[in-house]
């Protein structure tokens, strides 16, 4: 009865989550069900405030630094024209012959630079709207185009990646974001180039059956000049807060740290173990840095910086909320016996490989609540200490289970009732019939064969 209450609890999740009600709401309502049909009624209060709440709390004490200076930088970004300054400067260089590569390029750079998918997507659609129309290619391509260069391979795969699914794993297995670069960079050339190679297919087979752009009145009222309406600025001063991201984050994860002894910060602090926060802590210093180096640069550019700080920051408080409440019904659902039986299945799927085991336990749950992060949170948070003990008894380094970890997050994450699929596609104007096909190919295919790919060369050569 235990493990029914889970299955019926996390079925209505997904169902739920897919006709648009709030996982704020959902969350703990769908965990509640699932401790009433287990019959622990009786503790379904203390579960709550001591369970659920703790466990959100503890995610936000956590990562609320990182998702509140990610948003805040890909605001600055966004409103001081330096995202609309980068994806036109490639858009320049790249011409519209290869509209699809032009789109993804400019999606990746941004992401890979630390801005928000959500913001990237909102600044690159007028772009790729145009591009796709003045090329005649249909415009059904265009969100898997965004999502192929967002929602894939710089998020998941590329050593150094600021998103926030790269930074999860780093204080469970004590890595960086940098962990298995080798492995992340053949996991990133396979996504982006199989990617291309499906969609460019995709643009042949349209143009051989006649099929142009289309007639769309979904967001075509808006003005096609929608590009020049932000400031603008040289591509090389533009693209300075991305270095600077990338590169500060290198030279603390691999020079200024290191360097340091910082033993006397646990003497202070008990519960702290530097060597398990400063791969975090240099994303931080990267992302502040990168912040501040947009502000005074473009001090006399700002229309309203207090209203852009603001947003960034307001900006930052749903998305967090969002997974810690996902983690938060992780942990009660962690806490019911029916679990015992779920958890025991996962971590015996492959004993002698905890990589594979690992990878079915983070796609399953970034799959069933339509997140990447908060699949990887709940994961994490309720086996990250069995799969590190596994991983150390078969002499797996956590580098590797690291990126398998953030792999594995990044693929069944985008089913139909995904927020961030969702999203996308109201951004662009379609619909799920129109053009989620294709996105499920290269968010979900692909990725998945790249993390098939990464197993197996971890497990013949190990972490590179």
């Known amino acids: 009865m235990g493990m029914l209450a889970i299955i019926v609890s996390l079925l209505l999740l997904?169902?739920?989550?897919?006709?648009?009600?709030?996982?704020?709401?959902?969350?703990?309502?769908?965990?509640?069900?699932?401790?009433?049909?287990?019959?622990?009624?009786?503790?379904?209060?203390?579960?709550?405030?001591?369970?659920?709440?703790?466990?959100?709390?503890?995610?936000?004490?956590?990562?609320?630094?990182?998702?509140l200076l990610g948003a805040?930088?890909?605001?600055?970004?966004?409103?001081?024209?330096?995202?609309?300054?980068?994806?036109?400067?490639?858009?320049?260089?790249?011409?519209?012959?290869?509209?699809?590569?032009?789109v993804v390029i400019?999606?990746?750079?941004?992401?890979?630079?630390?801005?928000?998918?959500?913001?990237?997507?909102?600044?690159?659609?007028?772009?790729?709207?145009?591009?796709?129309?003045?090329a005649n290619v249909p415009k059904r391509l265009i969100p898997a185009s965004i999502a192929l260069g967002s929602f894939t391979f710089t998020m998941t795969a590329l050593p150094g990646t600021p998103s926030i699914q790269n930074a999860i794993p780093i204080p469970y297995f004590g890595t960086n974001s940098f962990a298995a670069p080798?492995?992340?960079?053949?996991?990133?050339?396979?996504?982006?180039?199989?990617?291309?190679?499906?969609?460019?297919?995709?643009?042949?087979?349209?143009?051989?059956?006649?099929?142009?752009?289309?007639?769309?009145?979904?967001?075509?009222?808006?003005?096609?000049?929608?590009?020049?309406?932000?400031?603008?600025?040289?591509?090389?001063?533009?693209?300075?807060?991305?270095?600077?991201?990338?590169?500060?984050?290198?030279?603390?994860?691999?020079?200024?740290?290191?360097?340091m002894d910082l033993s006397f910060i646990s003497d202070t602090f008990e519960n702290v173990t530097p060597s398990r926060q400063t791969g975090l802590w240099a994303i931080l210093i990267a992302l502040l840095s990168a912040s501040a180096w947009?502000?005074?640069?473009?001090?006399?550019?700002?229309?309203?910086?207090?209203?852009?700080?603001?947003?960034?920051?307001?900006?930052?408080?749903?998305?967090?909320?969002?997974?810690?409440?996902?983690?938060?019904?992780?942990a009660v659902i962690a806490s019911l016996a029916g679990f015992v039986i779920i958890r025991d299945a996962v971590l015996n799927v492959s004993p002698g490989n905890p990589l594979v085991s690992e990878a079915l336990a983070m796609s399953v749950l970034a799959g069933i609540t339509g997140s990447s992060s908060g699949g990887l949170s709940i994961a994490l948070e309720t086996l990250g200490s069995e799969y590190l003990a596994m991983a150390e008894q078969a002499g797996i380094s956590p580098e590797l289970?690291?990126?398998?970890?953030?792999?594995?997050?990044?693929?069944?994450?985008?089913?139909?009732?995904?927020?961030?699929?969702?999203?996308?596609?109201?951004?662009?104007?379609?619909?799920h019939r129109q053009s989620y096909g294709n996105l499920a190919m290269v968010t979900i295919v692909l990725p998945i064969a790249a993390l098939v790919s990464v197993i197996t060369l971890g497990t013949l050569f190990g972490s590179f």
């Not at 990746?108 to 790729?128: D, E, K, Q």
């Open 72 to 102: 805040l930088f890909g605001q600055l970004m966004a409103d001081s024209g330096a995202a609309q300054s980068i994806s036109s400067g490639i858009v320049k260089r790249l011409g519209t012959h290869h509209v699809v590569l032009t």
């Open 182 to 259: 080798g492995l992340g960079i053949i996991a990133g050339l396979i996504m982006l180039g199989l990617g291309i190679y499906y969609l460019q297919s995709r643009v042949k087979k349209a143009a051989a059956n006649g099929e142009g752009y289309g007639t769309h009145s979904e967001r075509e009222a808006e003005t096609s000049d929608e590009v020049e309406k932000a400031p603008s600025m040289p591509l090389a001063m533009a693209l300075i807060p991305l270095v600077l991201v990338i590169g500060l984050n290198a030279l603390f994860t691999y020079g200024v740290f290191p360097a």
């Open 401 to 431: 289970m690291h990126r398998v970890a953030t792999l594995s997050a990044g693929g069944m994450d985008t089913l139909p009732h995904s927020g961030a699929v969702i999203t996308l596609l109201a951004i662009c104007g379609l619909t």
């Open 106 to 134: 400019a999606c990746a750079v941004l992401t890979y630079g630390g801005v928000s998918l959500f913001v990237v997507a909102f600044a690159i659609y007028p772009i790729s709207r145009e591009l796709f129309r003045q």
């Open 294 to 330: 947009l502000i005074i640069s473009h001090w006399r550019r700002w229309k309203n910086l207090k209203e852009t700080i603001n947003k960034g920051c307001f900006g930052s408080l749903l998305p967090i909320f969002n997974t810690a409440s996902e983690v938060g019904y992780g």
């Open 14 to 67: 997904m169902f739920l989550a897919y006709r648009g009600i709030s996982v704020l709401l959902l969350a703990p309502l769908m965990a509640s069900l699932a401790v009433l049909l287990s019959g622990d009624a009786a503790f379904l209060l203390p579960i709550y405030t001591d369970t659920f709440m703790k466990a959100l709390g503890n995610y936000v004490i956590q990562f609320f630094p990182l998702f």
